[in-house]
């Protein structure tokens, strides 16, 4: 039996969700925001935007490969220490009751990994969630 959160190939991927009451345009502009992006990221600088390179407190390499506005950011994802990039993905989905912001991060190297980042990315939403109130004024 293949553990929780490992693919075939034998990476392995996490997602987390959160809905909050805002139409999805609102939506991507607060994930778009520097405070947002600060806050999820742990980047000063950074911006969604194709091309566009950063790197977070932990000195993790990124750079956005491709922004669908008001749906999707696809960014490259590589800390120190590992062989390969995985890809994280922030994802706008509407939902019955608001809106859900979605991360979804796949190709991590193994199951530590991806707690470490289950874990952190959870908090990232939460975190999210107290920053901004709501619904936006």
Not at 44 to 67: I, K, P
Not at 73 to 83: T, Y
Request: with cysteine; hydrophobic share 35%; charged share 20%.
């Amino acid at each position: 039996m293949t553990p929780v959160g490992q693919t075939a190939d034998g990476k392995w991927q996490l997602g987390v969700r959160r809905t909050f009451p805002l139409e999805p345009n609102e939506a991507w502009v607060m994930l778009a925001s520097p405070t947002a992006l600060r806050t999820l990221l742990g980047a000063d600088g950074a911006v969604l935007e194709a091309g566009r390179t950063f790197t977070d407190g932990e000195h993790t390499q990124c750079e956005v490969r491709s922004v669908t506005p008001n749906q999707v950011a696809r960014i490259s994802w590589r800390p120190p220490g590992w062989e390969a990039t995985s890809v994280l993905q922030l994802r706008i989905i509407s939902a019955a009751t608001g809106t859900t912001i979605a991360i979804h991060h796949e190709g991590l190297p193994d199951q530590p990994s991806r707690q470490r980042l289950l874990e952190r990315w959870t908090a990232a939403l939460d975190r999210l969630g107290e920053t901004f109130p709501y619904p936006p004024s």
